[in-house]
């Protein structure tokens, strides 16, 4: 089973807005990472915030977390087409593996 | 650096033969996973690697199986193939406890 599911399961936006996913997990995290898979290609790592953190930024990226409510959010600023891609989170427990959600398939439309 | 990588690429195997999957990871690396991902299922952990030794493994049959050589370099194998074994193989190299993992391009196994 998936410990991390994410919402929406799919995104339509116009470039330059901005596309918001979340992701909910169900036990005790020490990390959460987010990646970008473009067309069943490998996996890209975007931004990992650990279990102590509340907010992250990377570039475009902005990264949540609320261990009260087991839920993470992405919010990536100002869309590009080549944002377009599936976006999977990632959680990591003390000593096990790192478990991925579903994904979200973003479009990002010119 | 060199990337992670994984060879071949792309294979094509009937019912009931058997493959072997190689991933050379990111020189320094230690750790390798192995995950497999489908449509229906979505990505799975597989095993992951360190030093030679199987750390952790997912809940898939005996006929997965894998190993990691000297050099960091690991294999998998999926003996007997089944149509549901079609799927992405993605491997990803960590140096160690770092978290962060770093994936190949992946291998398409098509079962026929």
């Known amino acids: 089973s998936q410990q991390g599911e994410e919402d929406p399961q799919a995104l339509s936006i116009q470039e330059g807005e901005n596309a918001t996913m979340n992701c909910s997990y169900k036990t005790s995290i020490n990390n959460l990472q987010w990646y970008r898979q473009n067309s069943g290609r490998g996996l890209v790592h975007l931004i990992l915030?650990?279990?102590?953190?509340r907010e992250k930024h990377s570039g475009r990226l902005r990264v949540t977390l609320d261990t009260s409510k087991k839920s993470s959010s992405l919010l990536i600023t100002a869309s590009r087409a080549a944002d377009t891609a599936s976006y999977f989170c990632a959680t990591k427990a003390a000593g096990n593996k790192l478990t991925f959600g579903g994904g979200t398939r973003v479009l990002v439309k010119p | 650096k060199a990337g992670v990588t994984q060879t071949p690429r792309y294979l094509i195997k009937t019912r009931g033969q058997q493959v072997t999957l190689s991933c050379s990871p990111i020189s320094g690396h230690r750790s390798v996973s192995w995950y497999q991902q489908t449509p229906g299922q979505g990505l799975q952990f597989l095993f992951e690697?360190?030093?030679?030794?199987?750390?952790n493994k997912g809940n898939f049959p005996g006929r997965f199986s894998g190993r990691q050589f000297s050099n960091s370099r690991s294999e998998m194998n999926v003996s007997t193939l089944e149509l549901g074994d079609s799927a992405l193989y993605l491997c990803?190299?960590?140096?160690?406890?770092?978290?962060?993992?770093?994936f190949g391009p992946g291998t398409r196994l098509t079962v026929l």
């Open positions: 915030i650990r279990s102590n953190e």
């Open positions: 690697y360190f030093s030679e030794t199987q750390r």
């Open positions: 990803a190299s960590t140096m160690g406890s770092e978290d962060t993992q770093y």
